[in-house]
């Protein structure tokens, strides 16, 4: 498995600013809003055409595949040598992440279910 400064070589150098992450930070959330409320009103239809479950199939593979990158992150973070100070927060954050995911799946369950 490759690491961050293998996939992103400007990474081992320390020339990311707070600014930079900030404003990454803000793409990522606001990608994520447009993702789900896309998934939202393609899932909603009682009557998806063939595009449409693929759309929705599309986010939901890409929605399972961000889980699982999380988690990796999250147990990399409970892994690594030394981290035993902030272990507790890791382990908080990969709960966390763990609980998000179950509510937002039950989310989009109970409204496939209602639209149906």
């Known amino acids: 498995m490759l690491g961050l400064t293998e996939l992103y070589p400007s990474l ?3 020339a990311v600013s707070l600014e930079q992450c900030e404003q990454l930070v803000a793409e990522l959330r606001g990608s994520v809003r447009q993702a789900v409320r896309l998934y939202h009103s393609v899932a909603g239809c009682k009557m998806p055409s063939a595009e ?3 759309i929705a199939q599309l986010l939901r593979d ?3 595949s961000v889980r699982q990158e999380l988690e990796a992150v ?3 973070v409970l892994s690594s040598p030394g981290s035993s100070p902030g272990a507790v927060g890791a382990e908080q954050t990969q709960a966390l992440l763990e609980q998000y995911s179950e509510l937002l799946l039950r ?3 109970r409204r496939m279910e209602c639209k149906l």
């Open 12 to 14: 081992s150098e320390p």
């Open 52 to 54: 449409q479950s693929r």
């Open 62 to 64: 890409t929605f399972s």
């Open 74 to 76: 999250a147990g990399a």
């Open 107 to 109: 989310a989009v369950e």
